[in-house]
């Protein structure tokens, strides 16, 4: 399976109409890349949200404020 950028994608929703792309197939990928972000960002959320219990949240929030 290839791997789409974003910026792939948005060239072929651009140039749809000047393409031979099925639309299905277009709506496919842009499922698929959707669902890659989403897993994603569920990972780091989750690994944010560990360190967070070890560290402690009053800690990252008060380095947060400091902008660290």
Do not use: C, P
């Not at 299905?24 to 989750?46: C, G, P, S, V, Y």
């Amino acid at each position: 399976m290839k791997y789409y950028t974003d910026d792939e994608l948005i060239e072929m929703v651009e140039n749809y109409g000047e393409t031979s792309l099925d639309s299905n197939w277009l709506a496919n990928r842009i499922r698929e890349r959707f669902t890659q972000k989403d897993r994603t960002i569920a990972f780091q959320n989750n690994r944010i949200d560990t360190a967070a219990k070890y560290m402690g949240h009053n800690l990252i929030s008060e380095l947060m404020d400091e902008e660290y």
